[in-house]
């Protein structure tokens, strides 16, 4: 790696970037803002062996202009250009202009996060969540090779949706790096608010977080922020950041949030449309570490149920297993250890399940298992006999799912709270709810 130190004596203050070319010459460069792509070819040129009007500077998948200035190009600190030498004539319409795509919503070259437009309107920007920042924070769009991972690629087009960005081999490219003869781009994001490592990928892109240039209400406190989350319905209903983190909170905590087996485990448009499920897991990092933390496992149990799966009955274990589905016998292996029945969820045994009153049971069960209470240790619990009674007549299992349901008054149609069953049965039959249980007993 050559220093570039003819550019840091004469411009003390300015943009340090690295210089990345095709013949293995890297360069760490400090350039003035106000030179033009040319005057940075006829510096490099010799450091590089051959004339200036053989270099060709390419930045974010874009030819740069001669006459381009280094101030419109979006460089940040510590970006990266790359130098690589002429070695044909491109046929057809040259790809320049400004290095980023121009037809993506948010498009626009990343400026400072609280520069506002004219008449004070704030500007469109990417946003990312930074693993570095721990932090949603204004990004920058970035795009290279899918085959050598290098930068030094001309994009046969602008990207003009979010598909095209992230969808891979989306865009065809011609890549620039002697040997490699990669002819697909992909794209990814930096964050704009630190200066990242070379090739960091810290910055996972929020799609649906926008700037509020339509000064759009959210829906639920009917503010108009600044920054909205606009989801995938065809309404494209629109929520602040702050309603949306209250709205995955209280569907966390009752464990309202729906598994997809696509999209894994995720809230829909609370309006209810159709298909506005959020496809981008990612947005659930814009809660708190104690609330994503809690989605993570509440997500991981959910596809061990989906999936056949159960957990260990001990306490302070729950290690999820994945036996096979005709095996009732399961060991918690890599766990604590316990051997236990799948149908009753006690210490294995031979011969028919016993239910907590008694009475058989039939091994024939649900994927999601009954949650079941061994009696002698239930006596030794904590909670007094009137709890304990108070307990046995306000609960009863689903029918379906067997998740412990409480009933605190109201008629005796009854709606499984568990996302994925939703089953509408009856509290006095124990079956599904029928017109004969409305005509019968529904305010019994």
């Given at each position: 790696m050559q220093a570039f130190g003819f550019f840091r004596n004469k411009v003390p203050v300015g943009l340090h970037v690295n210089v990345r070319t095709n013949t293995g010459v890297n360069i760490q460069a400090v350039l003035d803002p106000n030179w033009s792509v040319n005057e940075v070819k006829e510096k490099i040129a010799p450091k590089l062996g051959f004339p200036a009007s053989e270099v060709k500077i390419i930045f974010a998948g874009k030819e740069l202009?001669?006459?381009?200035?280094?101030?419109?190009?979006?460089?940040?600190?510590?970006?990266?250009?790359?130098?690589?030498?002429?070695?044909?004539?491109?046929?057809?319409?040259?790809?320049?202009?400004?290095?980023?795509?121009?037809?993506?919503?948010?498009?626009?070259?990343?400026?400072?996060?609280?520069?506002?437009?004219?008449?004070?309107?704030?500007?469109?920007?990417?946003?990312?969540?930074?693993?570095?920042?721990?932090?949603?924070?204004?990004?920058?769009?970035?795009?290279?090779?899918?085959?050598?991972?290098?930068?030094?690629?001309?994009?046969?087009?602008?990207?003009?949706?979010?598909?095209?960005?992230?969808?891979?081999?989306?865009?065809?490219?011609?890549?620039?790096?002697?040997?490699?003869?990669?002819?697909?781009?992909?794209?990814?994001?930096?964050?704009?608010e630190h200066v990242p490592s070379?090739?960091?990928?810290?910055?996972?892109?929020?799609?649906?977080?926008?700037?509020?240039?339509?000064?759009?209400?959210?829906?639920?406190?009917?503010?108009?922020?600044?920054?909205?989350?606009?989801?995938?319905?065809?309404?494209?209903?629109?929520?602040?950041?702050?309603?949306?983190?209250?709205?995955?909170?209280?569907?966390?905590?009752?464990?309202?949030?729906?598994?997809?087996?696509?999209?894994?485990?995720?809230?829909?448009?609370?309006?209810?449309?159709?298909?506005?499920?959020?496809?981008?897991?990612?947005?659930?990092?814009?809660?708190?570490?104690?609330?994503?933390?809690?989605?993570?496992?509440?997500?991981?149990?959910?596809?061990?149920?989906?999936?056949?799966?159960t957990f260990c009955p001990q306490p302070n274990c729950g290690m999820g297993l994945m036996p096979h589905p005709d095996c009732r016998r399961i060991t918690c292996e890599h766990g604590c250890g316990f051997v236990f029945c799948r149908d009753c969820r006690q210490g294995y045994h031979i011969g028919e399940c016993e239910r907590t009153d008694g009475s058989e049971c039939s091994s024939n069960t649900d994927d999601r298992q009954a949650y079941r209470v061994d009696p002698e240790r239930a006596a030794a619990a904590r909670w007094d006999e009137a709890s304990a009674i108070s307990i046995r007549v306000l609960t009863k299992p689903c029918p379906k799912c067997r998740t412990p349901t409480e009933r605190d008054g109201g008629c005796m149609h009854m709606t499984c709270t568990w996302p994925q069953c939703g089953y509408h049965w009856c509290w006095v039959c124990q079956n599904e709810w029928t017109r004969d249980c409305m005509a019968s007993h529904w305010f019994a």
């Open positions: 202009d001669d006459s381009f200035k280094l101030s419109d190009c979006d460089l940040g600190q510590q970006s990266i250009l790359h130098a690589v030498k002429v070695v044909r004539v491109s046929s057809g319409n040259q790809a320049t202009g400004i290095p980023l795509p121009t037809a993506l919503a948010h498009s626009l070259p990343v400026m400072d996060s609280n520069q506002q437009g004219e008449q004070g309107r704030q500007i469109p920007h990417f946003y990312v969540y930074c693993s570095s920042c721990k932090k949603m924070c204004v990004g920058k769009l970035r795009v290279r090779c899918a085959h050598c991972k290098e930068g030094a690629i001309i994009v046969s087009r602008d990207p003009c949706s979010w598909e095209d960005v992230l969808t891979p081999l989306q865009i065809p490219g011609t890549c620039e790096v002697e040997g490699c003869g990669g002819d697909s781009v992909e794209f990814f994001f930096k964050c704009a070379v090739d960091s990928l810290d910055a996972l892109p929020l799609n649906l977080v926008k700037s509020n240039t339509r000064d759009v209400p959210c829906m639920a406190c009917f503010d108009v922020q600044d920054l909205v989350l606009v989801f995938p319905c065809s309404s494209a209903h629109v929520t602040c950041l702050d309603c949306f983190r209250t709205y995955c909170q209280s569907l966390l905590q009752e464990r309202q949030f729906t598994y997809d087996p696509v999209h894994g485990y995720s809230v829909p448009c609370p309006a209810k449309c159709d298909n506005s499920l959020i496809r981008d897991t990612h947005h659930f990092k814009l809660l708190s570490a104690e609330l994503y933390a809690r989605y993570q496992r509440f997500g991981a149990e959910e596809f061990v149920i989906a999936s056949g799966g």
